[in-house]
């Protein structure tokens, strides 16, 4: 099968979770959606593995996954230290870096 | 690839959902939904070991976390929808859109020549294959994944430290401050009293009955009083003083019938 629906796919998934990062003001949704947008580039990295026929794509998609994980611990982090301080996890409230 | 179409119109509207939804515990689900979709589009392109990892560390780890820090700040912290910056949401779907319209039209242009497909490579199995380009090409990039790990996994236990700035009280200080409550403010010392046990309610929303009939609001918990879903039991109540009268009636129509 031709890998440009995979890729379309990929784009479309990837516009979403930019639209969701900039629209949404939930710190938690505001990750969800950047987790999106790295599952989409790894879908993107998939099929160009298939397209090319050496699994370099595939070894990148793994890094990305390893990277996303790493990403994901630390920001939760942060989010509850944010919260723990504010009493809130939206966006907004976090304005001023130091009160 | 019927799979695919099946998929990914399916993968779009839950992505959508995900953006739209303004319970952060319904974005989380249609998230998973995506990612296990995503995995069985890994499984229909050749990369079984994908697949499997997608699965374990996205829906299992990843997902698991975004719940638990969820649950923990509060599930029904709901955006508001104010906005406070004017425009900005309908700027950013106008990006969005220009984005994707970028994207597909630079898509279309290109041409992919023939699908290699991933058939001689994955002569000797996907994980073999993979393995042998971890641990060969990027064998550095691998081992500096152990440091960035252990870099995440160390900066998430210090912001989630907490210092305790206060000594923690001990057995004998609870009991002075007890004391010293008694003493000052006349509070009950003992434990606060158990719900009510009645015959036909024991739950924990049940609220004990002081002697003179009135709900002792002592033995509910203060959550579910802010709540307001203490039980009334004021039917309860009017039942309680059904009985005592068929009794009374009872008893006197036994001391007429012994004179």
């Known amino acids: 099968m031709s890998p440009t629906p995979f890729l379309v796919l990929s784009a479309l998934l990837f516009s979403i979770g ?60 942060i989010i509850m230290t944010i919260f723990r301080t504010r009493r809130s996890a939206s966006v907004d409230d976090a304005s001023l870096l130091k009160y | 690839m019927i799979i695919f179409w099946i998929l990914a119109p399916l993968m779009v509207v839950c992505a959508l959902g995900m953006v739209i939804s303004r319970k952060a515990v319904h974005s989380a689900l249609l998230l998973a939904v995506v990612m296990v979709s995503l995995a069985v589009l890994y499984a229909a392109q050749q990369a079984p070991f994908l697949f499997a990892v997608q699965i374990i560390v996205y829906t299992g780890a990843v997902l698991m976390l975004f719940l638990f820090v969820l649950m923990l700040v509060g599930v029904d912290a709901s955006d508001s929808l104010v906005e406070t910056l004017r425009g900005q949401r309908l700027v950013a779907i106008l990006i969005g859109l220009v984005f994707v319209v970028l ?20 002569l000797d199995g996907n ?10 090409t990027y064998v550095f990039a691998f081992e500096v994944t152990s440091a960035l790990l252990i870099t995440a996994a160390l900066g998430a236990m210090v912001l989630a430290h907490r210092e305790r700035l206060t000594p923690k009280p001990s057995q004998r200080d609870v009991v002075r401050q007890r004391m010293r409550d008694y003493a000052d403010r006349g509070l009950h010392p003992g434990p606060l009293p158990a719900p009510g046990t009645f015959a036909r309610h024991n739950s924990v929303d049940t609220p004990a009955l002081l002697p003179d009939g009135t709900p002792s609001q002592l033995s509910i918990s203060r959550v579910m009083r802010s709540r307001g879903t203490v039980r009334d039991i004021a039917g309860d109540r009017s039942a309680i003083a ?3 009268a068929e009794t009374q009636a009872q008893t006197q129509a036994l001391e007429r019938s012994e004179r």
């Open chain 1, 18 to 77: 930019t639209v969701g990062v900039l629209v949404r003001r939930n710190a938690i949704v505001v990750f969800m959606c950047v987790e999106l947008m790295l599952n989409a580039s790894n879908l993107a990295f998939v099929t160009f593995a298939r397209t090319t026929g050496n699994l370099d794509g595939q070894v990148a998609a793994f890094f990305v996954m390893v990277v996303a994980a790493a990403e994901v611990v630390v920001g939760l982090a």
């Open chain 2, 103 to 122: 994207i597909v039209l630079g898509l279309a242009q290109t041409t992919v020549g023939t699908v290699v497909g991933l058939n001689n490579a994955n």
């Open chain 2, 127 to 136: 994980v073999p294959g993979v393995a042998a380009l971890l641990f060969s």
């Open chain 2, 242 to 244: 059904e009985v005592e």
